[in-house]
């Protein structure tokens, strides 16, 4: 019964769909690229949220690129990425679908074919939605990382790196965040496609608007399209101002990923290697300039625990205060680019920063405020992540 509704419903979106959104055109995207090459949706009151659906938080002209979000359940987000291409009008890849209904709300709102579907990790607020898309849309793969055993996935992703071509001009990743928050958290990033995969890749396929491929790198490897990623979709991994909690994982596994995933071009990170051995250095990574794409609206609460944490360090607390002031006055936080979250995330400065002493000073003060027993002790990094962790779940400064 519900599924006819459904299925009316969606009927019915496509008779209005002029009226229920305007259309993607090139116009419409540039109005968007005007303001920059990402807008960020200004902060609104959270009851007000749900309308955010149709708005446009990343686009390109030039890629024929555009991202939405899609808030579901109470905090999450899900995403479609709508890519025009010249035959077969704008294909829609979701991106951790919790609720079908809401991503196929969306894509009739926009007159957009579903191609694709993303999943970061396990978890039913990400993935809750897949068996209504398998009977929906039997042909339509649904990807995620194969060391998560994500629900009806047709297409596990064993390596990182490029599996899919959009429009032949969006290439899509998998970067591992393996031990943080699950054991096969995967994160997906939004690049440019080389001219080689367009010429080659593209021409070979069947249909020439969705290329896939296994990619083949190492668990360690970088991919050359890194530095030029637009977008990344986190899910739990990495949160505005925060991670995702401990459920799989330990420390020094989310240190290392945290590190290795979001780490800095040129910094040395902590993946390879043991705990306290010089670890290699990144020769690829993504660009500051790059919008993290989180899987749950924490950033208020999460910026008054970095607020808090920072609090003797000015040139770091500005992001955190502005969030404290959002959560105070009971209005979303937005979304951030990851050289923001390079800055002012706790545990990513704690995982990649040169130089934490400051901030293990402030923790170990945080620890004596909140009487709480000893932080854990070890390697710096991972002992201050292990300590950063236990302060948060005890929602110090909150």
């Known amino acids: 019964m519900l599924n006819r509704k459904l299925l009316l419903l969606m009927r019915r979106g496509r008779k209005t769909k002029r009226r229920l959104a305007p259309t993607l055109t090139t116009a419409c995207l540039a109005s968007h690229f005007a303001r920059g090459t990402s807008t960020h949706r200004a902060a609104q009151p959270l009851l007000a949220r749900r309308a955010w659906g149709a708005d446009v938080i990343l686009a390109d002209v030039a890629l024929g690129l555009a991202i939405h979000a899609v808030p579901v359940l109470s905090d999450n987000w899900s995403y ?10 704008r294909l829609a890849v979701a991106v951790d679908v919790a609720d079908y209904r809401s991503t196929a709300q969306m894509c009739t709102k926009l007159d957009a074919k579903l191609a694709l579907v993303l999943c970061t990790h396990h978890h039913w607020d990400h993935c809750a939605g897949h068996a209504d898309v398998r009977r929906e849309f039997p042909d339509v793969p649904i990807i995620a990382p194969a060391k998560d055993n994500v629900p009806e996935t047709t297409h596990a992703i064993k390596q990182p790196g490029v599996f899919a071509i959009v429009g032949g001009k969006v290439a899509i990743g998998m970067l591992p965040v393996y031990g943080l928050h699950t054991k096969g958290h995967a994160s997906f990033y939004v690049a440019p496609a080389t001219s080689e995969e367009i010429d080659f890749d593209v021409a070979q396929a069947p249909n020439k608007n969705l290329v896939m491929m296994q990619p083949s790198l190492r668990d360690d490897e970088e991919d050359a399209r890194l530095p030029s ?24 596994e989310a240190t ?17 290697g043991g705990v306290g051995q010089p670890p290699p250095t990144r020769r690829k990574a993504l660009p500051d300039s ?31 205060v502005r969030g404290k002031q ?48 000893d932080p854990p002790s070890g390697d710096p990094r991972v002992a201050l992540v292990a300590t950063l962790r236990v302060l948060r779940d005890a929602k110090v400064g909150l």
């Open 290 to 320: 790059c919008l993290t794409l989180t899987g749950h609206e924490y950033g208020p609460a999460n910026a008054a625990f970095a607020a808090h944490v920072f609090s003797d360090q000015a040139w770091r607390a500005d992001e955190a």
């Open 80 to 89: 479609l990425m709508v890519v025009e291409t010249k035959t077969d009008g």
């Open 229 to 252: 990623a637009r977008a990344v979709f986190t899910g739990d991994a990495l949160f505005r101002l925060g991670v995702g909690k401990f459920f799989e994982n330990t420390a020094d």
């Open 256 to 272: 290392r990923a945290l590190a290795w995933a979001f780490g800095e071009q040129g910094q040395a990170t902590s993946a390879g």
């Open 326 to 373: 959002a959560r105070e006055a009971k209005t979303a936080f937005g979304w951030s680019t990851l050289g923001e979250e390079r800055r002012a995330n706790p545990f990513l400065v704690a995982a990649t920063s040169p130089e934490i002493a400051p901030l293990i000073t402030a923790a170990l003060k945080t620890f004596q405020q909140a009487k709480l027993p």
